[in-house]
């Protein structure tokens, strides 16, 4: 990205916008064609071409290679590490927290309630749901899955954990939705699920950091999310606060279903006797 960095003082025009937007935004410049980077950009296709060549780049798979490498190396967890360490080497929980509140208050600002009111009606119309995540969103996946299986039927989450995987690639339809959670670094397998789920025709809502992402640029729906936190691992506290709101969406629009569904869930808890009470630790001493 060296190059890119001394091109910007040399430019003007079209080809200092071209540097000026892939130095801003290294996680779009990195996966897009060049026809698809370049109409981002609001420049043509040989312009941006001929931006890679004036930067010193024998063309534009070069310089991409080369944007790739640094968004790679820049996403590595010893480097996310070394770069949150606080300029007076003081670590405070405050600052950790108030970077989880700027995470969720850029939901509000980027997301449109068309765009959620969008999602929710996917959720509560679709005739099965399945939900995917891998890595630190695997348990933002479980809960998710979990709670939407209290305000509807068939809900099914993916995992690797199993082949049951193929079962549900080989049951996507058009009459479905897949709902992807998916944050950088991107993990292969939610990628190619949300791959599969589009040429099977079943609709997607992308829950991820930037519609321009892997799965952002597949999906039907596509609501962005920030991540960053004050360490090597992504944080799940704004994406844990929109399924929430999903959620709570979902039920609220189906509620009496939703209601008559979390009753049974409540009754059943209830009779297999799964939650702590006085009247569980009385049965138990009767028992003895």
Not at 36 to 42: M, S, V
Not at 116 to 142: D, H, M, N, R, W
Not at 227 to 237: A, G, H, I, R
């Amino acid at each position: 990205m060296n190059r890119l960095r001394l091109a910007q003082s040399k430019f003007r025009g079209t080809r200092k916008k071209a540097v000026h937007f892939i130095l801003d935004h290294p996680e779009i410049a990195a996966f897009l064609s060049i026809d698809a980077l370049a109409k981002n950009i609001g420049i043509s296709t040989s312009s941006l071409s001929r931006t890679a060549v004036g930067s010193g780049y024998s063309g534009f798979p070069e310089m991409q290679k080369e944007v790739q490498e640094y968004l790679r190396q820049k996403l590595l967890p010893t480097v996310r590490m070394e770069e949150a360490i606080p300029k007076s080497g003081v670590f405070s929980f405050r600052d950790s927290l108030r970077k989880d509140i700027q995470n969720v208050e850029k939901i509000l600002a980027n997301i449109d309630d068309d765009q959620f009111e969008g999602a929710v009606k996917l959720l509560t119309e679709a005739k099965e749901v399945f939900v995917v995540g891998l890595g630190t969103q695997y348990p933002s996946a479980i809960y998710f899955s979990g709670v939407l299986k209290q305000i509807r039927e068939r809900v099914t989450l993916i995992t690797l954990e199993s082949m049951d995987f193929l079962d549900c690639f080989s049951r996507f339809s058009p009459h479905d939705l897949l709902v992807s959670i998916c944050l950088p670094r991107y993990g292969r397998f939610t990628v190619q699920t949300v791959k599969k789920a589009t040429e099977k025709g079943c609709q997607v809502l992308a829950i991820t950091d930037n519609p321009l992402s892997p799965t952002g640029r597949l999906a039907d729906i596509v609501l962005p999310v920030e991540y960053e936190s004050m360490s090597f691992f992504n944080s799940n506290v704004a994406v844990m606060a929109l399924l929430n709101s999903l959620a709570t969406g979902a039920s609220l629009k189906n509620r009496y279903i939703a209601r008559e569904r979390v009753k049974n869930f409540s009754d059943m808890a209830s009779d297999w006797d799964i939650f702590f009470n006085e009247n569980s630790i009385q049965r138990e001493q009767v028992k003895k």
